[in-house]
């Protein structure tokens, strides 16, 4: 441990916690964070968080921020207590990460986003993908105009989740959730509206075709971007009996290119009118191999955390203000599918349902 580490803490200790063992301790260690607690009404979950990380476990988020005091703390819990959580910390002078999805409010995340800038904090979101290599190099290659104007684009999530993954009484509800759109597909999406956006107008269908859940386990809608062109969605949860795609596509009228892998990790297709110098490497130089759909991108993105904090800067790596816009957009998909209609994301469309308790 280096000194002058920053002191971080974990709020909630379940399945996303464990990656976040395995990234600091074994597959990509980062210097400079120095975990001094974990919270979870599960004790045990907790100590088993700081059996591997180090720190003192705690089952009041009160008791964890006074004896603790940590500078920045993992929102961990479960999808509709992040901003409820987020809040609680903030207010108690301590920084803020949130996982996906940063909240499912989107004026509750921007209410918290002025509390953190009022009060000197850092507030912000998770989407790991952001870093991985082949990403970066389908923003870059569409910021250089190398795609020429933009034909249309695509996502398509086709993973398995069983029904017993719904079983643990938040995953797929309304009011903690949501369904294959903001719990899988919101990583995509934001994938999308990052290096495609931003969209103005959507239209969507969802359905339960294999699983039981208050929301959807499949879902596809049309979008119009504000550059002119279109694109889709088809993203669902009910493939069975394994995960077998995750991908983002680009099509341009100089060129079109496609990522994949199981985290959008590996560059599948990569075609150009005009030729460039790495093109025929591309896949070479961007690819990456990983071991789960967690991918490998919360190990640079924790860098990129440090490197922030050591220069006492308070914007994070997702500000809470471009978290936000999955969320905006998944409120605007199931606005669209419980009016069945096509709706504008300038209207600030919200679902009757989501975050609805």
Not at 130 to 136: G, I, L, S, T, Y
Not at 279 to 308: F, I
Request: charged residues 25%; hydrophobic residues 40%; proline residues 4%.
């Amino acid at each position: 441990m280096r000194k002058n580490s920053h002191k971080i803490a974990f709020l909630g200790c379940g399945r996303v916690a464990q990656h976040y063992i395995k990234i600091l301790n074994e597959l990509d260690p980062v210097e400079g964070l120095e975990c001094v607690a974990a919270c979870d009404l599960d004790i045990d979950k907790a100590k088993n968080l700081t059996r591997q990380l180090g720190g003192r476990a705690f089952t009041e988020l009160n008791d964890m921020l006074e004896t603790a005091r940590p500078d920045l703390v993992f929102v961990l819990t479960r999808s509709g207590d992040h901003t409820l959580h987020a809040r609680a910390v903030l207010e108690a002078g301590v920084s803020v990460i949130s996982e996906k999805p940063i909240g499912l409010d989107p004026e509750a995340v921007m209410r918290l986003s002025q509390l953190a800038e009022t009060r000197g904090l850092m507030y912000g979101g998770v989407f790991q993908n952001r870093w991985n290599p082949a990403v970066r190099k389908l923003k870059k290659t569409m910021e250089d105009g190398r795609f020429g104007s933009i034909v249309s684009a695509a996502i398509r999530l086709r993973w398995c989740r069983m029904q017993e993954y719904y079983e643990d009484g938040w995953h797929g509800t309304w009011a903690q959730d949501g369904g294959v759109i903001n719990q899988q597909a919101i990583h995509h999406l934001d994938a999308l509206n990052w290096i495609c956006g931003p969209i103005d107008a959507v239209c969507a269908a969802g359905a339960q075709r294999s699983n039981i859940l208050e929301a959807e386990d499949t879902l596809v809608a049309a979008l119009r971007f504000s550059n002119g062109s279109l694109g889709t969605i088809e993203v669902t949860t009910a493939a069975r009996p394994e995960d077998f795609e995750a991908s983002l596509s680009i099509v341009g009228d100089r060129g079109i290119a496609q990522i994949g892998g199981i985290a959008l990790n590996k560059i599948d297709e990569w075609f150009f009118i005009n030729a460039e110098d790495g093109d025929d490497r591309v896949t070479e130089d961007y690819n990456q191999e990983v071991p789960t759909g967690y991918g490998l991108g919360h190990g640079p993105m924790l860098r990129d955390l440090v490197s922030r904090l050591d220069s006492a800067g308070l914007v994070p790596p997702v500000p809470a203000v471009e978290a936000v816009c999955a969320v905006e957009l998944v409120h605007a998909l199931y606005a669209s599918i419980e009016r069945n209609a096509w709706v504008n994301l300038s209207e600030k469309p919200r679902s009757q349902k989501l975050g609805k308790q």
